[in-house]
């Protein structure tokens, strides 16, 4: 993996630069579109690349569980397996081992099935991990059976996944633990990236491996932990920074602030999780390159979609008989004019969702990712022109006017 | 609407042909998806195409309750509603108000949640029809309220809806009824029929409609009852005929020869509701044109899948870790080979199906269909080859192995 960075402004920390994987380039800053059991939801690999996607992350803890690692090793990676030939990231396992075991207040958004098609809900199941530190016991929310991950086996689950990028073992805390408890898990989640690193060298050596390996940066919301953890974890010889998302939306920019001023400016940042509109701005800001968040496909399947003007639910009365586009002027392929200049309209995919219509979730999830994924183009383009902060505030006014 | 035939059989009642609609040409015999709701289940109208669907049948009593005839005429039609620009057609609505006011044995097959990803159960929910000599009152599937269809009613909606094909309006019987119901019904759909035709006739001269009109012929598994409805409907001005399914699938290959016989050779057929492999070659030497059905679709979201040599169903564990496409040879999109000369594997449709991912469903749909879609291609082939009984041999020995 090589980084460049194209441009940096003075008046924050934003940067426009490229990743070059094995698999292609990203552009940074980017929107990574999650495929968690690879497939991203309801589309065909050629709707996520003619969207404009360039990389799919998708989760270990998932993968792990169903299909089993062994068969994405077989079948050649995850990105071969689901038909993606762009480059692809797997998380570490640890978000999702730990989000099934504690309650993680709203970092973890509960859709109920009535609201959502095809959705798959994350259960609080009660605390079904279960922490030591060598690693995580963990039961399976699918049937329940006991499973326990390490630094050492999240290392060799990711290199059979096969991404391009991928991420050191971690805790990822909840943002209601103590000052003491962040410590400690802190102190943990940079012995086991000691733990990752050593391993991956063993498994690279091994096998040739490609894989470029991210540490994850922990400490919750407290700013001399944030600092502790992005020195420790900047020290060691990885290849891009992980930002976790263990803290409340009000202390992000100030938390990925605190750390990236630290993080070594030649290697990648990815702040793990992240995705609303003002978000990504503020992440962008704050020194940001890559984001992930499975906001806009889950939202999507809601009827919940993205204009510039704010968030529109589809299932209003008003839509019923809207023969308009479900925006304007937005090139997806939604809404943009397809064979004899026809797009879909509101009331047509008002009434897919009403059918409860599979393919309602398709043009909806093609919809918001574009919306996205593009905005964050946006932004990069923005840096490279030099206005950056004029189209931070135009588009922030109006989205949330 | 115009009917040619490019060349008929001697030894059966097999013939391929032309229907030109406004929207383009039907080369019969053929097949024709359903979309049920202004949507082939989980597949865009791009994809439907391209696995080479050439006309999309929609149903009128799931359009007249959701979302309403009138918001389907604002938006042009059911095709420009979805985004579909070939042939269409529309049913009379007759079936699925009887099918959910009547017990219909088996030709409503009852899918379980469980089995099948985003399907929607036709329930039978006790007796919510009545019929009187004027029309049918019917109850919604969806929230009980009280409806009518008339033979008028269904001619204003069928024209709302927009499609170049459309049905007069039937009563559709069980195949369990006795003989004098099944001549009572029959009658009844011969006096609808000619009502259908005098509001149709009204509305097209008033309106312009470039609507083709087809009459149904009835009469369950009775041969003196499907001959005189043949000719009785024979003897009225309809641009084609539909062939009403009361039958047990073992009466059908008489029931469809005996009413063909009888209808002139100049109009096409359409044997409605029928479309598993067998039935296809059956419908055909019986001098079918048209076919549609839901099977392959249902069964493709329950994970039983087409092959030449029979169905396989996925989700059979040896498929786990079976890295071939689903079928070798197949020209699907899910099959063939795509960047870099690889296909969707049985194993990722497998995991896909395990994980409740909705993309299973789109990847099963496109197999299942172009599986069909193609095999009536080949069978109009084998006809203009004259080959159609080897074709027919060798396909059925293999596929009934």
Redesign the interface.
């Known amino acids: 993996m090589e980084f460049t960075i194209e441009k940096k402004l003075s008046k924050s920390l934003a940067r426009a630069g490229v990743v070059k994987t094995p698999h292609g380039a990203i552009k940074t800053p980017a929107f990574s579109v999650v495929g968690t ?3 991203v ?4 690999p050629e709707q996520v690349a003619s969207l404009g996607a360039e990389v799919v992350l998708a989760n270990t803890y ?1 993968l792990y569980l ?2 089993g690692y062994e ?1 994405v090793k ?2 050649g990676g995850f990105g ?4 993606w ?1 762009g480059p692809t990231i797997t998380d570490s396992g640890g978000f999702q081992v730990f989000s099934l075991g504690a309650a993680f207040g709203k970092t973890i958004s509960k859709i109920s099935k009535e609201e959502s ?2 959705d ?1 809900v994350e259960e609080e199941a009660g605390k079904l991990a279960k922490i030591d530190d060598d690693g995580v016991t963990f039961k399976s929310h699918i049937d329940g059976s006991t499973h326990r991950f390490t630094p050492e086996s999240s290392m060799e689950i990711q290199e059979a996944l096969g991404a391009d990028i991928i991420f050191a073992f971690d805790e990822c805390t909840t943002p209601h633990a103590s000052y003491e408890y962040q410590r400690e898990a802190m102190e943990r989640t940079h012995r086991w990236a000691r733990r990752s690193l050593a391993e991956h060298e063993r498994l690279s050596g091994k096998r040739l491996s490609k894989q470029a390996l991210f540490g994850i940066v922990q400490g919750g919301r407290y700013r001399d932990l944030r600092e502790e953890s992005a020195k420790i974890i900047s020290g060691m010889d990885f290849d891009g920074f992980g930002i976790g998302g263990s803290f409340n939306k009000e202390d992000m920019y100030g938390v990925v602030g605190w750390v990236n001023k630290i993080l070594p400016e030649d290697k990648p940042r990815h702040l793990l999780g992240i995705g609303e509109p003002g978000d990504l701005f503020g992440g962008v800001e704050n020194g940001v390159d890559l984001f992930d968040c499975v906001a806009p496909t889950r939202q999507a399947r809601n009827g919940t979609l993205y204009t510039k003007n704010g968030r529109i639910n589809i299932l209003n009365a008003r839509f ?2 809207d ?1 308009s586009p479900i925006e304007n002027d937005c090139g997806c392929y939604t809404c943009s004019s ?3 200049g ?1 797009s ?2 509101r ?2 995919v ?3 969702f ?6 309602a ?2 043009l909806a999830s093609i919809h918001n990712l574009y919306f996205i994924v593009n905005l964050v183009k946006k932004i990069r383009q923005s840096i490279l022109d030099g206005n950056f902060l004029e189209f931070k505030n135009t588009f922030l006014k109006q989205y949330y006017h």
Do not use: C, D, Q, W
Request: glycine share 6%; net charge positive.
């Open positions: 059991k690879a497939s939801k309801s589309l065909s998932h169903e299909p068969i077989k079948a071969k397996f689901m038909g030939n098609i095809g798959e019923t008989a023969f397809r064979h004899g026809v879909y309209t009331a047509y008002a009434h897919l009403r059918a409860k219509e599979m393919f979730a398709t």
